[in-house]
């Protein structure tokens, strides 16, 4: 018998009738004899509420408390499940993501996940029983609750159908499957049948919302395949997987975008003080994300180091460089917002060179300013105004066919 892992998004679980119609797909599944194991993630209302209260008392709540909140969160939404599983007929049982022998180390808020020792899950599973276990949560050594951030509970998923040896992950949400682009901004994207995980991990990393990239490394890493779909009758979703023939795989799989990106220039007054591993040592330090970096060396110029970070981390990493400046030896800091980012992935890419220069020339036609440019065997990413991201997905998306893929 084949043991499924399946994780429902919140978006899935927000009103009576989509908890219903969740139930009954699994109670299907159960009858066509798999073995099932259910992350739920927990409702974003139901969990904002909590975290309100919290923030009532102080702005500084402390994170291992928070951390007991967010989990507390997750665990009602499990336990939830479970009962309308077994108001339906169905033998099931929840557990916390410490009973399910999620061990993560001691990092509260952000916790990567150390090792899973799921006995009591699989001896639930043997005796028939539904297991629905509180994603996004798990323990330290020192027993503390800990949660994993973004992306907790789909890799919490796929980490316990590694552990149990799963046939397969499937991930529910309201979208049915990975698009060639966000249908939102881009009406003739096609929905992909199958896509590497290279792929997904690079549109994943570039803006694409469908799944996180701690998910997507930990399945490829153990070649553990991931089905992307919704709750919709004789939907097939998105199977991601392993790529089996690299010269057959498409060009371009997909665009991706990310608004609200702002771009931060430091300027030095001779390229001796200039230090790239100093300065982003510092931000890494803070744990502020950098994407799209460019250095400018050139004679009879003053240097300067550009990078691209998110919006909201902008106000720290001021105030990070502003304390460091005479650490780090530079004379000003400008920035420049209003910007987005647009990426084109695929990974037929790598063996067919020409692609930059189609983006390039394509962007130019359209007038679009190219502020910043990154490039992998598999994607191209531009900075770009963010007046012209729309446009600039569309014109991406038609410049390579991507409406036509099957």
Known sequence: MDTIVMKFGGSTLTTPQQLKEVVAHIKQMKEAGHQLVIVPSSIKSMRDDIVHAANAITNTPAKRELDVIYASATSISSALMSIALQHAGIDAIQLTGWQAGIQTDATHRLARIANVEPAKVSEHL????????????????????????????????????????ATRVELYSQVDGVYSADPL????????????????????????????????????????????????????????????????????????????????????????????????????????????????????????????????????????????????GFTFADFEVGLAKISVAGSGMMLNPGVAARIFDRLRKEDIEVKMVSTSEIKVSVIIPQDDMVRAANALHDEFNLQTIA
Do not use: W
């Open 126 to 165: 043997a005796d028939g029983k539904v297991v629905v276990v509180a994603g996004y949560q798990g323990v330290d050594e020192q027993g503390n609750i800990t949660t994993l951030g973004d992306g907790g509970t789909e890799t919490v998923a796929v980490a316990l159908a590694v552990a149990l040896q």
């Open 185 to 328: 901004i881009v009406p003739h994207a096609k929905k992909l049948d199958e896509l590497s995980y290279d792929a997904m991990l690079e549109l994943a990393q570039l803006g694409a919302r469908i799944i996180h990239p701690r998910a997507v490394e930990l399945a490829k890493l153990y070649k553990m395949p991931i089905i992307v779909r919704s709750l919709q009758q004789h939907a097939t979703g998105t199977l991601l997987k392993e790529e089996k023939n690299l010269e057959q795989a498409l060009l371009v799989q997909g665009i991706a975008y990310e608004s609200d990106v702002i771009r931060l220039t430091v300027g030095y007054e001779e390229s001796s003080y200039t230090s790239l591993a100093t300065i982003f040592t510092v931000l890494a330090e803070h744990r502020i994300n950098v994407d799209l970096i460019v250095q400018s060396l050139l004679n009879g110029v003053n240097p300067t180091v550009s990078f691209s970070i998110a919006k909201e981390q902008f106000a720290e990493c001021l105030e990070v460089l502003e304390h460091s400046k005479a650490s780090l």
